[in-house]
């Protein structure tokens, strides 16, 4: 295992940010912990990377004993952290060349690794740090927290706050970086981005919800959902809310997700308790499930 | 302004030094509309908006928000607009209730009208146990919540929310759109931005910025039409790197 968590647990004040976590992740796997902010996804994450002691429980990383063992771990994990974290006032290349001789290590030596991501930076390799963009920053953290081959690399919401289109082009990166032998833990608040990774946890309140593959926590929601859609969003919401049937009504981009109470309903009968209420050019059909709404089913 | 626009922007521009930042856009929001603003980072989202809420002066071009101008007015706008983005929501260590209290001062509402309001608010937010609890102490969604509902209180003709759901739980989420749904069903018109491209699908019109200029403008279904694509993600990784 390279990440091993047994029956962690962490409070501040009368605050539990971790209840009793486990989970292990495998050699080489790209794992999520999938929950919105406040779920206790950075404090895991400290506690992973020896810079918080838990209150119980043990964990080990890369074989190693977070407790016992720090000063190892911390020679052989990245860690990016959610908050950008590197020097403003240094350039991007004095950057690099800094977390490079922390570790005793040069750009030039394992420069094969992080390539791919620093190219696209490396024009502006004489502007310091602060003055980049978000996007920049982004790769420009990947590429430290790279620089010393980490075994296992740690990823605090990479993508938050930024575009669909710079998300996209993140995950790519990370692939390429599985690929290349490393472990990924990486946690986000976008329950799309969970689709992306081998295993999931998703987590809220401290507490783990459910951790497998994405397909199987998709196979495990109990009902059948339904897309439907009608002229006016606002008032669909809320005629189906009123709907005595319903069981959830979640809406869902175009549509409204919505899941009946019953196991043998009928469809038609919804439409004809719409087209009662006066909505106009209703659809309704059988839609995916996605971890977004088992999400919101395990939470409800 | 037409009869019914509360926002209309002409060629409105905005330079630093030699970058163009906003590149001449034109647009109208109409009352009650939900729109949404969206773009890649960097693309001129949070600047165009600045200029739209009078903190920021533009280059050149023309633009009038509430019936007010940016150049000329731009202190009118800010009493007569809502706003609240992700970073800067309420203050942490002031209750619920004194944030209320402070924000409808800052609004300049009367004691009554503040008195008045908060009961309604505390009503329909079911925020009664919480009231005298610190603002800091809440999750992060409570605290969206509330913020929206602050940038509500001095009935403003529209508001401008600035990614107001990052990070926020999915169901949370969409109590904060059917929030959001029920304030333009009164007539508020709606300014908003976001990275979740369901929620594009829930505006009623919708514009995308490319480096500085609006690439796109329309509703989601037409704009789905006109690029082939199934749904907003696709759009928007159509258009936004060109």
């Known amino acids: 295992m390279s990440i091993s968590v047994k029956n962690i647990s962490k409070s501040f004040k009368k605050v539990t940010a971790v209840n009793d976590v486990s989970f292990e992740v495998k050699e080489g796997e790209l794992f999520g912990l999938i929950g919105p902010d406040g779920a206790g996804k950075t404090t895991i ?22 407790v016992d063992d720090y000063k190892e ?26 977390f490079a001789t922390i570790f005793g290590t040069t750009i030039e030596e394992n420069y094969e690794l992080i390539k791919d991501i620093y190219v696209q930076i490396e024009p502006f390799k004489k502007r310091r740090a602060g003055a980049l963009s978000g996007g920049m920053k982004q790769k420009l953290a990947l590429s430290c927290a790279l620089i010393h081959k980490p075994k296992v690399l740690f990823l ?45 946890a998703l987590i809220q309140h401290g507490k783990i919800l459910q951790i497998d593959t994405p397909q199987e926590i998709i ?56 087209a009662a209420n006066d909505h106009q050019n209703i659809k309704i059909k059988i839609t995916k499930t996605t971890i977004e709404d088992t999400f919101m089913e395990l939470t409800k | 302004m037409k009869n019914n626009n509360v926002i209309e922007v002409e060629n409105l521009t905005k330079k630093f030094g030699d ?76 209750t619920v209730k004194e944030n209320i209290t402070f924000f409808g001062g800052i609004y300049g509402l009367s004691r009554a009208k503040i008195k008045e309001k908060r009961s309604e608010l505390v009503e329909e937010l079911g925020l009664g146990d919480i009231v005298n609890e610190l603002v800091g102490s ?43 749904y029920k304030s333009a069903n009164s007539g508020t018109t709606i300014f908003v931005t976001t990275h ?38 696709e759009v928007f990784l159509k258009l936004a790197r060109g």
């Open chain 1, 73 to 98: 771990i911390r020679n052989n994990v990245g860690y990016m952290p959610g908050k950008f974290s590197l020097y403003q006032d240094l350039t991007v290349e004095e950057n690099l060349d800094f």
């Open chain 1, 45 to 66: 994450f400290r506690m992973l990377t020896t810079l918080l002691f838990a209150d119980k429980g043990t964990a080990t990383v890369a074989g190693f004993d977070v």
């Open chain 2, 19 to 94: 970058f163009t930042a906003v590149n001449s856009i034109t647009f109208e929001v109409k009352k009650g509309e939900i729109f949404g603003f969206l773009g890649a980072n960097g693309a001129g989202k949070t600047t165009a908006m600045k200029m739209l809420i009078g903190i920021s002066k533009p280059t050149s071009g023309k633009a009038q928000v509430a019936g007010f101008n940016v150049f000329t007015q731009p202190e009118d706008i800010k009493k007569n607009i809502g706003y609240m983005s992700q970073k800067f929501a309420l203050y942490d260590d002031l």
């Open chain 2, 196 to 233: 979740y491209m369901d929620e594009a699908e829930y505006c009623d019109r919708v514009s995308i910025m490319v480096d500085g200029k609006i690439e796109a403008l329309d509703t989601p279904k037409k704009l789905k039409e006109h690029y082939k694509a199934d749904n907003m993600n």
């Open chain 1, 156 to 200: 605090d919401e990479p993508t938050t706050g930024v575009d669909p289109v710079s998300r996209k082009e993140f995950w790519e990166m990370l692939k390429r970086l599985q690929q290349k032998g490393i472990t990924i833990l990486v946690s986000t608040p976008y329950m799309d981005e969970a689709e992306l990774c081998d295993r999931i």
């Open chain 1, 219 to 274: 196979k495990h929601y109990p009902k059948k959902i339904y897309d439907v859609r009608a002229d006016n969003m606002y008032r669909l919401i809320e005629s189906l809310k009123s709907f005595e049937h319903h069981y959830s009504v979640y809406p869902f981009g175009e549509y409204v997700h919505y899941t009946d109470k019953r196991d043998d309903f009928n469809p038609q009968e919804l439409q004809q308790y719409l």
């Open chain 2, 138 to 180: 809440l999750p992060l969604g409570w605290k969206q919540k509330i913020s929206f509902s602050i940038a509500l209180l001095h009935s403003p003709t529209i508001v401008f929310l600035d990614e107001p759901t990052g990070g926020v739980d999915p169901i949370t989420r969409r109590q904060f759109w059917e929030m959001i």
